[in-house]
């Protein structure tokens, strides 16, 4: 079992900038991938970004691609999403993912049911 905790959600004005930290505890390893996903009200959960554990490859949705960096620090077991020129079509809840690096080859790393493990989200809101 992987446990997630997210944290660092909020109210943020448009053009501002947050981050979010996801803990990962529990049987964590190498083999793993670790994911942001967001939903925002009404709409089904998409992928944002992923991160490989082990080499730091790093995966981004086209919307985000140059506003948001994925990073890791593996001595902290924490993998963060730094959000810049944020946008009101950013709003929504982000969800951590975890799964094993096996189940998420190719374009599988950007459907949801392909993750086993995931937080319980944090709330971000940009306003205009």
């Known amino acids: 079992q992987v446990q997630l905790v997210e944290s660092g959600g909020g109210l943020v004005q448009a053009g501002g900038s947050l981050r979010l930290s996801c803990a990962a505890s529990?049987?964590?390893?190498?083999?793993?991938?670790l994911a942001w996903f967001r939903q925002a009200p009404g709409k089904g959960r998409d992928f944002v970004s992923a991160?490989?554990?082990?080499?730091?490859?790093?995966f981004y949705a086209d919307s985000v691609k140059g506003r948001f960096t994925i990073s890791r620090d593996s001595a902290k077991n924490t993998v963060y999403l730094d959000m810049n020129s944020l946008k009101p079509e950013d709003t929504a809840v982000y969800y951590c993912?975890?799964?094993?690096?096996?189940?998420?080859?190719?374009?599988?790393?950007?459907?949801?049911?392909?993750?086993?493990?995931w937080g319980q989200g944090t709330q971000v809101t940009v306003s205009s």
């Open positions: 993912a975890a799964g094993s690096r096996s189940k998420l080859l190719g374009n599988r790393k950007y459907s949801e049911s392909n993750y086993d493990y």
């Open positions: 529990g049987r964590t390893s190498s083999g793993y991938h």
């Open positions: 991160i490989t554990w082990s080499d730091g490859f790093t």
